[in-house]
């Protein structure tokens, strides 16, 4: 769903409210997956703790926790980030995210054999 929103010129993202509103659920239903699978390792009671935890685990490096605490900030606020905002931040938020839960995913299977 987040990849469309790559794959069109930010004018028709912009004028394209069924696909904003595809893409933004998108990017919700990977940060709850993001949360899911740390919530199999961790306990936590914020975004800041979420990501210091994964940190203090090695999970993920100082720069990809600045990256997500950025992400999630938006996130938190989704229907008001402007759209080209968006639009050039969404390779951005899926890479990230979809790091932290690779990497989440491998000390998950590592440490259930």
Do not use: W
């Not at 926790?65 to 938006?74: S, T």
Request: net charge negative; glycine share 4%; hydrophobic share 45%.
């Amino acid at each position: 769903m987040i990849e469309r929103g790559t794959l069109v010129s930010l004018e028709e993202f912009k004028s394209n409210q069924k696909l904003k509103e595809s893409v933004k659920n998108g990017i919700k239903g990977l940060v709850k997956l993001l949360f899911q699978e740390a919530g199999k390792i961790i306990k936590f009671t914020s975004n800041d703790d979420l990501i210091f935890q994964l940190m203090k685990l090695g999970l993920i490096s100082a720069t990809l926790a600045q990256e997500l605490l950025d992400i999630l900030k938006i996130v938190n606020n989704l229907d008001n980030v402007d759209d080209e905002i968006l639009h050039s931040m969404l390779v951005r938020i899926m890479e990230d995210v979809e790091e932290a839960i690779n990497s989440i995913d491998k000390y998950i299977a590592k440490n259930s054999s």
